[in-house]
């Protein structure tokens, strides 16, 4: 099943059962335990992204200014014959300003088909499709002003890179690969990045840290995953954060409550649910039981 890279990520993070390492696979074997990892079927999310400009004090990033804090509700659910097409959408609850702001993104195993992206401004009223200037350009924009940009909250797709196994080492203490991803020459025409390292647990198969070089082949984010828990037999990373080398900023996601395998009508992710509230609340309202 297709994971959030984003939140998850997506995103989703988004930001990833267990499976027995007692068998030596190839780097892209691994990667597609990572990403084809049990995330359910469906899932319903509340979580808080908090940004701010940072600074290192005792080798640690702490925020020289207030942090802007979020928080958000978010739905997803897995289609197609083999549940690798994903629908995921993400209403902002706080600030209240910004309340009803949504996202929808369409994620296609298909690599001849691109992830659909959508933003609706409730102040005013409009959805906007989010896409790159032309087909040699990756898609610009912050999410929601975090530190995530829009392709951060794509799922990964295995048929986009090509991958090497660079270690084997400890991290967070857990064994983990080192495994380096380089875009195939169609991917790269679109993507913010020329290269990524991923820290994958052994065991659990979940990444723990990743690092993202920008086209000119320089660091410019880093993502660790952390505070890992098993909810409803699924194994997820409550705490993301992601340190952008290049702004000084960095925004850290929490997921606050979390259910899988609950049931979500097609109907609701999709654009109606953006602009429609009242048919958004009586939706929503079922999912927020399901998370108390």
């Known amino acids: ?64 200014e207030r942090p802007r804090v979020k ?20 209403i902002l609850l706080e600030p209240a300003s910004e309340r009803g702001i949504g996202f929808l993104q369409f994620d296609y195993d298909d690599i001849d088909k691109e992830t659909d992206q959508w933003i609706y401004l409730s102040a005013l009223g409009k959805v906007k499709r989010i896409i790159s200037g032309n087909e040699y350009e990756p898609r610009d924009g912050s ?22 196994l660079l270690a084997e080492e400890k991290y967070q203490g857990r064994d983990c690969w080192v495994i380096e991803s ?9 993507s913010n990045y020329s290269k990524t390292l991923d820290w994958i647990d052994k065991e659990r198969f979940l990444f723990l840290k990743t690092i993202l070089y920008n086209r000119q082949v320089k660091r410019v984010k880093r993502i660790t995953n952390y505070a890992p828990e ?13 340190n952008n080398m290049e702004t000084r900023r960095m925004t850290r996601l929490t997921i606050d409550a979390v ?3 609950v049931p979500v009508r097609d109907d609701f992710l999709t654009l109606r649910t953006l602009t429609d509230k009242a048919f958004r609340e009586k939706n929503i309202k079922k999912f927020r039981k399901s998370l108390k």
């Open 230 to 242: 098993k909810v409803n037999g699924i194994w997820i990373q409550r705490k993301r954060l992601m």
């Open 259 to 261: 259910v899988f395998n």
């Open 143 to 164: 999410f929601f002003g975090t530190e995530f940009n829009y392709e951060d909250m794509e799922s990964r797709n295995l048929k986009n890179c090509t991958y090497k």
């Open 71 to 90: 928080i958000m509700e978010g739905i997803r659910k897995d289609f197609g014959p083999d549940q690798k097409d994903s629908k995921l959408i993400t």
């Open 182 to 190: 380089i875009p195939t020459s169609r991917w790269s025409k679109r």
């Open 1 to 64: 099943m297709r994971s959030i890279k984003s939140y998850l990520l997506i995103i989703t993070v988004t930001f990833f059962g267990l499976i027995s390492t007692g068998f030596s696979e190839t780097p892209k074997e691994i990667m597609r335990s990572a990403i084809d990892r049990d995330d359910g079927k469906t899932q319903v999310t509340r979580l808080t992204l908090s940004s701010c400009r940072y600074s290192k004090k005792n080798r640690k990033l702490v925020c020289t």
